[in-house]
């Protein structure tokens, strides 16, 4: 009830296409959906999240789609640059008494070859 | 503005000791949560503070503990090391914890090594 599953594992995209990242989850309680970018020797940063009251969110060239029903949730990233070569997680979280902790999935490795 | 601080930035110990983790909030950010990402997975939730109050837990051993002081920054101790504790220890500050949709921010993390 609490996993959230992340795929594919790794991913490699030439320069200029679209990587598709996958997240399923099973609670429905969760209410938030970030996803973060990693990279080596460093702490995760926010690219972007979205409410499931909202079914797609874009922000410069990254788009999180969200389907409620088939409680799934995806990261496109447009135009792929070498310098998005990065580990990416996606995440969920929900608010209550309890805290907000961030359930991440496994992590996609994603190369961008020039 | 500085980010998430997090200290030391590596650890060496050896089985059966005690270790402290350190951890200076986001200026102005109440609430600190921390986190253990094994190599190749991805973050696991251990505790979450606000306002000096443990606020969340997640499925760690009585091993593992931490506070927050009235500055908000927070100290994670390990006691007992195992070789599986072995791991990236990140810190992440947020404004507040009412809200689930409060950004978690990130330090760089304490690579903790246990041999």
């Known amino acids: 009830q609490q996993q959230v599953k992340q795929s594919p594992q790794s991913l490699i995209v030439q320069k200029g296409g679209i990587s598709i990242i996958n997240c399923a989850y099973e609670n429905t309680a969760f209410d938030y959906f970030p996803w973060y970018q990693q990279f080596p020797g460093k702490g995760p940063a926010l690219l972007i999240a979205i409410r499931p009251d909202v079914s797609e969110k874009k922000e410069g060239r990254f788009t999180i789609s969200f389907n409620k029903s088939a409680k799934q949730f995806s990261l496109h990233i447009m135009d792929s640059q070498p310098g998005d070569s990065a580990t990416y997680f996606c995440a969920a979280s929900m608010t209550g008494q309890a805290g907000t902790a961030l359930i991440f999935g496994k992590g996609t490795t994603l190369s961008v070859s020039s | 503005d500085a980010g998430v601080t997090q200290s030391p930035t590596h650890l060496i110990k050896t089985r059966g000791q005690q270790v402290t983790l350190r951890c200076s909030p986001i200026?102005?950010?109440?609430?600190v949560s921390w986190y253990q990402q094994v190599l190749g997975q991805g973050p696991q939730f251990i505790f979450q503070?606000?306002?000096?109050?443990?606020?969340g837990r997640g499925n760690f051993p009585d091993r593992f503990s931490a506070r927050q002081f009235p500055n908000y920054s927070s100290e994670l101790n390990v006691n007992a090391l195992l070789l599986g504790d072995s791991a990236l220890y990140l810190c992440?500050?947020?404004?507040?914890?009412?809200?689930?949709?409060?950004?978690?921010?990130f330090g760089p993390g304490t690579r903790l090594t246990v041999l």
């Open positions: 503070y606000y306002e000096k109050e443990e606020r």
């Open positions: 992440a500050s947020s404004p507040r914890v009412r809200d689930g949709t409060d950004t978690q921010y």
């Open positions: 200026s102005g950010h109440k609430s």
